[in-house]
């Protein structure tokens, strides 16, 4: 891990390959009641086992192709794809490990992610086409929720973005988010509401995103 001080005096520490395990650990215990995951593997037990592995292949495709930061006590945890690079291609998940996802990950449950990652890549798309950083994942340990955590996590990205004259886009299926990153400067821009898989709202933090009509996509991939 490499430690960066953040603009607040907070530390931000840049995630390596050795990290993926722990920080899944964490994002799995954030994500145990997320309202995909929830969709994708309903018996509660199962999704305890699953989660760690399955979200470690996101840590992994950040760590290779992007920066992930965490807390130096592995709090909480935050994947970025940078420009030109947030649209993620098979050969690299692929790379991450997800050819071996169907001998241990029920087929139902990765047909299930696979077919909501679809939804949220035709939203990505037509969302934002020009260069931007991607927050593909960003979860905190409950115990270690509503202390400033992510927050502290996000605002030095998003002060390298203002620097850049970049804009950011994330998309979340939990309603309850959607505050959180407005308080940060995301507007939602979009929509899906595809029958029979959650809800996906698509947010842009951007001078772009603060004159932009939202963009109401239902059924979008259906």
Do not use: K
């Not at 309903?42 to 999704?47: G, S, V």
């Amino acid at each position: 891990m490499v430690a960066m001080a953040s603009e607040d005096g907070s530390d931000s520490v840049r995630a390596t390959l050795a990290d993926v395990r722990r920080i899944a650990a964490t994002l799995a215990r954030a994500f145990q009641d997320d309202p995909l995951m929830r969709y994708a593997i309903a018996d509660a037990e199962q999704r305890r086992r699953l989660l760690p592995r399955l979200i470690a292949l996101n840590v992994r495709y950040g760590c290779r192709y992007g920066e992930v930061y965490t807390t130096p006590g592995y709090e909480g945890a935050a994947i970025w794809l940078p420009p030109g690079q947030t649209h993620m291609t098979l050969w690299r998940i692929l790379r991450t490990g997800m050819f071996t996802a169907p001998l241990w990950a029920p087929w139902l449950a990765l047909r299930r992610l696979a077919v909501s990652g679809d939804h949220a890549a035709r939203l990505h798309a037509r969302c934002l086409t020009e260069p931007h950083w991607y927050l593909v994942q960003i979860g905190i340990e409950p115990a270690a929720q509503r202390h400033g955590i992510a927050s502290r996590l996000i605002q030095p990205m998003l002060t390298r973005m203002d620097a850049a004259n970049l804009p950011c886009y994330l998309e979340t299926e939990n309603a309850a988010n959607i505050a959180f990153y407005q308080r940060l400067g995301f507007r939602v821009i979009a929509e899906n509401t595809s029958p029979g898989y959650p809800p996906i709202w698509g947010m842009i933090r951007s001078s772009f995103a603060a004159g932009s009509p939202l963009l109401w996509e239902r059924g979008a991939g259906e």
